[in-house]
């Protein structure tokens, strides 16, 4: 038995969550049912949906591999200036994408700080897929960090600390305690971290160009359809909002109810 | 607790709305312009705002699509100029505009390389050679500077091999500006407007393709004698003045 909410509360929640969903009914009731086999099996189309599912997953791994270490130092250590490290690798949350977009190109661009270096070393980072899971990386990198550096806090030391009285070390207490503890909160920030991947369009745009199969995901595929076929570009609208709720939806009924010390 | 909560629902769409209305009560003429013709279209806008007191002349620029999707959505607007013929006949379809639409002004094709042109682009025949690989971009052929593209290429017999397809000229302009991309197709006006940012190369092949921008007033304009007013300015000496400076051709 929860102890519920004050009634009040109804209201506003109930207002917050038509407002967010109003748009949804009215894309949906916008989709040409007739004609959408053949709008969303074009070749474009496939070409934009597989493209997008495979970046969105190789960033999805490398935001956990950058993220869970980053999660772990902002969490469970302390230096100065860590209030400061925290709020700028958060950045990317609140920075506009195609700012985020030109960032990289200043950084990885052919002119950029690292331009030369790539250059010699054969690396040419400019219009290649490459490119568009280094921009879906960098905005969906802190949702995941932002999750679980939470979840870490919530979970505490304690689990850890005994762990560690017991003659773990600390390689072993990660993995044994640490990770298993937040394993919910890590599969929820990876998920984020695909959804906002998967959404990506500012920054890949910016930085990665729009070439079909190479780098023009599902978004930049509708916003490029929209010019021509409205129609399109709402059909596969509906592709990409079944795909983020397909995804959501199967890691949220597999998470395990997080048991946290108690 | 109740009662604030109503207070907040009372209140809030009167707070929500209070920023849109404009506090004057001047008229205000709203005109729609195509991305290309920013700079050209502020000037005529303060033209006209000189010659009648008290008007206000909103101009909005953005790609013909949207522009036409935004009037077709019912965004108010009195008078609408496109960069191309077919998004300016969709809103004719739809009975959106006040009479015929007038050509005013045409744009060709050029193209624009980063400063001191790295990769020694001298014309068409180089973007088409593998042995060059020169980085290319290009619009999507279903905008109109890509459909535009298309035709030259067409026209010379030649197939052009882009690293990227962009949805508008600003984005093709902006991965040439930031050396990303060898050379990219653009109008002269965007050359022109661009500055020292890019060089141009006239390409002789693209003088036959001409991009017409027509201009129309709209049926549902608020001010339909003003919008009329604004559309003879265009169309008379100081607006073909103004799009001349700017690097446009008379129709």
Redesign the interface.
């Known amino acids: 038995m929860t102890p519920g909410v004050p009634r009040?509360l109804l209201?506003?929640a109930a207002l917050g969550a038509a407002f967010v969903l109003l748009p949804l009914v009215a894309i949906v009731a916008r989709v040409p049912w007739s004609d959408l086999g053949a709008l969303v099996t074009s070749e474009a189309s496939r070409d934009a949906l597989l493209l997008s599912l495979r970046t969105s997953a190789t960033s999805t791994v490398l935001c956990v591999l950058l993220g869970v270490p980053m999660a772990a130092v902002l969490a469970r250590t302390s230096f100065p200036g860590q209030g400061v490290v925290r709020s700028l690798v958060l950045l990317p949350l609140v920075l506009p994408p195609v700012v985020g977009g030109l960032a990289l190109?200043y950084t990885f661009?052919?002119?950029g700080l690292l331009g030369e270096t790539l250059d010699v070393l054969g690396v040419q980072v400019?219009?290649s897929t490459a490119a568009v899971v280094m921009a879906q990386t960098f905005v969906a990198l802190p949702f995941l960090v932002v999750s679980l550096e939470g979840a870490l806090r919530t979970a505490g030391e304690r689990y850890e600390l005994v762990a560690a009285t017991l003659g773990a070390r600390p390689t072993t207490v990660l993995r044994r305690v640490t990770l298993p503890l937040v394993l919910p909160g890590l599969l929820s920030g990876a998920v984020l971290a695909f959804a906002r991947a998967l959404g990506e369009f500012g920054a890949t745009?910016?930085f990665?160009?729009?070439?079909?199969g190479v780098?023009?995901t599902l978004p930049t595929e509708i916003?490029?359809?929209?010019?021509?076929d409205?129609d399109g570009a709402v059909a596969l609208s509906l592709v990409l909002v079944v795909v983020a709720v397909l995804v959501i939806g199967l890691a949220t009924r597999r998470r395990a109810p997080l048991r946290g010390p108690s | 607790?109740?009662r604030a909560?109503l207070a907040a629902?009372v209140l809030l769409p009167a707070v929500l709305t209070s920023g849109c209305g404009g506090a004057d009560d001047g008229t205000v003429l709203r005109v729609l312009a195509a991305s290309s013709l920013a700079g050209p279209f502020e000037q005529i806008a303060e033209e006209f705002e000189r010659t009648h007191e008290g008007v206000d002349v909103q101009l909005s620029t953005g790609?013909s699509?949207d522009l036409v999707?935004q009037v077709q959505e019912g965004a108010p607007a009195d008078v609408l100029a496109t960069a191309d013929t077919t998004t300016m006949e969709v809103a004719v379809a739809d009975g959106l505009t006040d009479g015929e639409p007038r050509t005013f002004a045409t744009n060709v094709l050029q193209l624009a390389v980063p400063p001191g042109n790295p990769a020694g682009v001298t014309g068409l025949a180089d973007l088409a050679d593998p042995a060059r690989d020169v980085?290319l971009?290009v619009c999507?052929p279903?905008?109109p500077c890509g459909a535009a593209a298309q035709r030259v290429a067409g026209a010379e017999g030649v197939t052009l091999a882009?690293?990227?397809?962009?949805?508008s000229v600003g984005?093709v302009l902006?991965?040439v500006v930031?050396?990303?991309?060898d050379a990219g197709l653009v109008y002269v006006t965007d050359v022109r407007a661009a500055g020292d940012a890019v060089e141009g190369i006239e390409l002789p092949e693209a003088a036959d393709v001409v991009n017409d921008y027509p201009v129309a007033a709209l049926a549902d304009a608020d001010e339909p004698d003003l919008a009329q007013e604004l559309v003879d300015l265009v169309l008379g000496d100081l607006g073909r003045q103004v799009l001349r400076d700017a690097g446009f051709g008379a129709p």
Do not use: C, H, I, N
Request: charged fraction near 25%; avoid cysteine.
């Open positions: 009040w209201a506003p190109l661009g052919r002119r400019a219009f745009v910016t990665a160009g729009s070439l079909q780098t023009r916003y490029l359809l929209r010019e021509t409205v | 607790m109740r909560v629902a790609g699509t999707a980085a971009v999507a279903e905008v882009p690293v990227s397809e962009e949805r984005d902006g991965k930031s050396g990303e991309a």
